[in-house]
């Protein structure tokens, strides 16, 4: 992920994306991802027992907080596989669970921010991230909200910006001297 030490983190869309695949399979909630130096710390609320999405059951189990350090070793196996499963065609284009799909535009636009490190919560599917940047004018902290529906709206635009831009029309022969 990092091309050399002390260097930014490289392509955080498809970073997020594999932890975001990792969140979905795990039933995780309301996360809170950090950067660290070494790869990635990853908290969540988990249901553990009792029926998951129902109102009201029997059994109404319990909400545990779950804390994950992911090294950049582990990032990079979630990564491939994440790849593989998009390359097997097992799976419709645009798909992947709920934080799959948010943390890849979240990380598309990380991407263009450049930044040392990053920190992001999420609650009802709304994210805050924060970004360490360093320009010109010295080192700071940006922040930046997406609402659930702007998120929506990301994931709804992607493929849009994969697409690879179309050439104006120009007759080559107008111009002609």
Known sequence: MRIYEGSPRQDFEEVFRSIGAFIDSHGMRDILLVEVPDGFIVQGLVSAGGAENSAWSESVGS???????????????????????????????????????????????IDTQHPKDVFLFEQGGSYVVRLHVSRQAGSHHDLAEFTKDEIEQLVTDGPTLREPPRPSAVSWGDNAS
């Open 63 to 109: 909400i545990n907080k779950d804390t994950m350090h992911f090294l950049d070793d582990d990032i990079a196996k979630f990564m491939e596989e994440t790849a593989a499963r998009r390359a097997s065609g097992t799976e419709a284009s645009g798909s992947g669970g709920q934080y799959e799909r948010a943390l890849r535009v979240i990380g598309h636009w």
